[in-house]
């Protein structure tokens, strides 16, 4: 069994950064990809971005050119390094690792606002 622990939510500011960390323990080796989602109030939950175990990564047209996903394969830890966010980027973004099972994090909530 995978578990993650996800860390790095806050509040910033329209135009400021933020990084997310998650670190993943247990069954690594059944790991073959982990990305980010994100579920603002009252929408569906959706894809921010995933990295293969290969490092190949994809993101969705509304972060690409100011969201970047990166592991540290050392640490077991997949990173989104989040810039120019913007109030619509506000959510509760959620670590996922894909393999034989689909393990969740617990969220941490992300807030751009003034």
């Known amino acids: 069994q995978v578990q993650l622990v996800e860390s790095g939510g806050g509040l910033v500011q329209p135009g400021g950064s933020l990084r997310l960390s998650c670190a993943a323990s247990?069954?690594?080796?059944?790991?073959?990809?982990m990305g980010w989602y994100r579920q603002a109030p009252g929408k569906e939950r959706e894809l921010v971005a995933t990295i293969t175990r290969g490092g190949t990564t994809n993101y969705a047209d509304s972060v690409k050119g100011r969201f970047t996903i990166s592991k540290d394969n050392t640490k077991n830890t997949a990173i989104l390094q989040m810039n120019s966010l913007k109030p619509e980027d506000t959510a509760a973004y959620y670590c996922?690792?894909?393999?034989?099972?689909?393990?969740w994090g617990q969220g941490t909530l992300v807030t751009v606002s003034s």
């Open positions: 247990g069954s690594i080796i059944s790991i073959n990809a």
């Open positions: 996922v690792a894909q393999g034989v099972l689909e393990v």
